[in-house]
């Protein structure tokens, strides 16, 4: 196939477009040489055997999104392997690289949310295996049934001259055994009632692009002092399975996933157990909206992740209507969690103007390996209990704040002449022209810090934190639809910038006014 029948291809494929080579036929009785496309590498014989094909080409720039290489697998094979290499040319500096991921479906097929997704590890393995014992991490243990499979390459970015690909497909032979049951983790934990509970809800393991266990990833929370995690690795829910015996009492592990699509990343968080969501679709191709949808089916939030990210295809492009939550702070503080921050702030004006329904913001750390902090930053959380319903309550309503780590405590009120009162995320139902108090109280930041108080107007005042961590703010609802705090950390430069430092803590609003 030359390069001219395949963009023809891609093209006819759709919007996010498909490719399908030609068949790897396990099933026939032949003796064909064992490589190439379509070659036949002849059939099994007794428990143990092997048989193995290779399939090699050539992927042209501008090639679809997602190659399929179906995989023809006859009866009696206990496990399938797969490894591929791909070629990664030099390219000029500022210029992208060969870049190629991969997974695969098995016999149910490969349409859009298809029940034959078998799992997926992007650019992070080499080499996989599946049976129905066990599973390589990132992909899913069960039995390998006879029918069509397709291992999928995703060619991510493919340089001018092409990207030259070869994969590697190994059957064994045998009885399919068994596969263990899996151990799901509770959807609640003992907890201390109504109270604010801290979590981290994006994080990634060993089972996508991680590099810790999910042995070593609970520890670590522990040591941060959450309350609860969230599982989030990329297009694969692998890791539910594995998670039940590392919950406990002082540890709640919520199931999800960080859905990878091209056109920016969305956290499902607190997704049924052994759930799975796709990823293969861009905006363009007006799948979004189900998907959310499938995730709240589920029982889950939709949370786009680090909207202004800087790596590849990480920007969020699917708009905010049809979102739970959104992440505005992602890891150590950088300069696109400020774009992303004031964006989300934008949207609280215009939910104003509007009086209609307005989207919280959440912070995660998004570590993957050393040194990324668990818990840098962290949500912040009034729920009624340490529970997966509970918790998603609190994000939807914005009952949450954001901090940089356990050390940072907050309170954050706004009363009225006649005592009414309202606390983060509420309205304080007073006349426009009412005095509205606002009063902050934080501890466990540094002594110079810069606290902000931000309204639909903008930044209406600043100042360092005082000894007594408490700061006082007079205002109405004629001047304030909602008021919002922030504290930073000295600026690096000083304040020649004009931006504020780092931030160590960030509120949802106090909306004002009877609405």
């Given at each position: ?223 941060a002092k959450l309350d609860f995690i969230n599982s989030s690795d990329h297009n694969t829910s692998s890791a539910h399975a594995f998670l039940g015996p590392l919950a406990g009492d002082d540890l709640l592990v919520l199931t999800g996933e960080e859905v990878t699509t091209r056109n920016g990343h969305f956290l499902a968080i607190g997704t049924d157990p052994g759930v799975w969501f796709d990823w293969r679709y861009r905006a363009r ?119 940089e780590s356990a050390a940072v405590q907050l309170a954050f009120t706004a009363s009225g002449p006649r005592g009414e009162h309202a606390g983060i995320g509420d309205r304080l139902r007073v006349a426009a022209d009412a005095a509205v108090t606002v009063r902050l109280e934080v501890s466990g930041v540094p002594v110079n810090s810069l606290v902000r108080l931000v309204t639909d107007e903008g930044q209406m005042h600043a100042e360092a ?51």
């Amino acid at each position: 196939m030359d390069r001219r029948d395949v963009l023809k291809l891609s093209a006819l494929a759709g919007a996010t477009g498909v490719l399908t080579l030609a068949p790897v036929n396990f099933a026939a009785a032949s003796s064909d040489a064992d490589s190439g496309p379509g070659a036949n590498p002849g059939p099994g014989s007794g428990a143990g055997s092997t048989r193995t094909v290779t399939v090699s080409g050539h992927l042209p720039t501008g090639v679809a999104d997602f190659v399929y290489l179906p995989v023809q697998v006859p009866r009696g094979v206990r496990e399938i392997a797969v490894s591929y290499t791909y070629d990664k040319p030099t390219v000029p500096a500022g210029s992208v690289g060969n870049a190629c991921d991969i997974g695969i479906f098995d016999q149910h097929g490969t349409d859009l949310g298809s029940r034959g997704f078998r799992g997926w590890s992007g650019g992070a393995r080499t080499e996989f295996a599946i049976s129905a014992e066990e599973a390589t991490p990132g992909y899913l243990a069960g039995p390998v049934e006879a029918g069509t499979w397709h291992v999928i390459l995703g060619p991510y970015t493919v340089v001018p001259t092409g990207l030259d690909y070869s994969v590697t497909v190994t059957l064994t032979y045998g009885e399919a055994g068994h596969t263990p049951a899996p151990h799901y983790p509770p959807e609640r934990a003992p907890g201390r009632g109504r109270a604010w509970y801290r979590g981290d809800c994006h994080l990634h393991t060993v089972h996508s692009d991680g590099k810790r266990t999910l042995e070593q990833l609970v520890a670590l929370a522990r040591a941060a002092k959450l309350d609860f995690i969230n599982s989030s690795d990329h297009n694969t829910s692998s890791a539910h399975a594995f998670l039940g015996p590392l919950a406990g009492d002082d540890l709640l592990v919520l199931t999800g996933e960080e859905v990878t699509t091209r056109n920016g990343h969305f956290l499902a968080i607190g997704t049924d157990p052994g759930v799975w969501f796709d990823w293969r679709y861009r905006a363009r191709d007006d799948a979004f909206d189900r998907f959310a949808r499938l995730i709240r089916r589920a029982g889950g939030l939709v949370v786009p992740a680090h909207p202004y990210g800087t790596s590849l295809a990480s920007q969020w492009k699917f708009g905010y209507d049809d979102v739970d939550a959104v992440e505005v702070w992602n890891g150590p503080w950088t300069p696109d969690d400020e774009v992303s921050l004031l964006t989300w702030d934008n949207l609280l004006t215009a939910s104003a103007k509007n009086g209609g329904r307005w989207v919280p913001a959440m912070g995660n750390s998004d570590a993957h390996r050393d040194p990324d902090v668990v818990g840098l930053p962290q949500t912040v959380i009034l729920a009624d209990g340490l529970d997966r319903a509970s918790l998603q309550a609190g994000i939807r309503a914005g009952r949450s704040w954001i901090a940089e780590s356990a050390a940072v405590q907050l309170a954050f009120t706004a009363s009225g002449p006649r005592g009414e009162h309202a606390g983060i995320g509420d309205r304080l139902r007073v006349a426009a022209d009412a005095a509205v108090t606002v009063r902050l109280e934080v501890s466990g930041v540094p002594v110079n810090s810069l606290v902000r108080l931000v309204t639909d107007e903008g930044q209406m005042h600043a100042e360092a934190l005082p000894a007594s961590g408490t700061v006082e703010y007079a205002t109405t609802a004629s001047l304030a639809a909602y008021i919002r705090a922030e504290v930073r950390h000295p600026a690096a430069d000083g304040g020649a910038s004009g931006l504020p430092g780092p931030a160590a803590a960030i509120t949802n609003p106090i909306w004002l006014g009877r609405a």
